[in-house]
């Protein structure tokens, strides 16, 4: 069982950067593809970004490409999605997931753990 906490959310105003992190646990970090979604109250969660194992490659979602790289760092555990040139739209609950599987990391089903998230908001 992988327990993914996020943190590093918080309030920043549009054309500001923040990065987000995931720490996992409970699992060895290296055998995961990691993925970021976001969702906003009453739609549905949203693929952002992924990154595989063991090749770290990495995809995006069209709106964030060039803004939002993310990144993993296997000996701690931990994933990031720097988020760069933000604008209000940017504003949601971010979660972490982990997949056992380079397939469907553009899909919720694709993931079999997640965390809780953490919030983002850019004001304008």
């Known amino acids: 069982q992988v327990q993914l906490v996020e943190s590093g959310g918080g309030l920043v105003q549009a054309g500001g950067s923040l990065r987000v992190s995931c720490a996992a646990s409970?699992?060895?970090?290296?055998?995961?593809?990691m993925g970021w979604f976001r969702q906003a109250p009453g739609k549905e969660r949203e693929f952002v970004a992924a990154v595989t194992r063991p090749c770290g490659s990495t995809y995006y979602t069209d709106s964030v490409k060039g803004r939002f790289p993310i990144s993993r760092d296997n000996a701690k555990n931990t994933v990031y999605l720097q988020m760069n040139s933000l604008t209000p739209a940017a504003t949601d609950v971010y979660s972490c997931?982990?997949?056992?599987?380079?397939?469907?990391?553009?899909?919720?089903?694709?993931?079999?753990?997640w965390g809780q998230g953490t919030q983002v908001t850019v004001s304008s």
């Open positions: 997931a982990a997949s056992l599987s380079n397939d469907n990391l553009r899909r919720s089903i694709g993931y079999n753990y």
């Open positions: 409970g699992g060895t970090f290296s055998r995961y593809a």
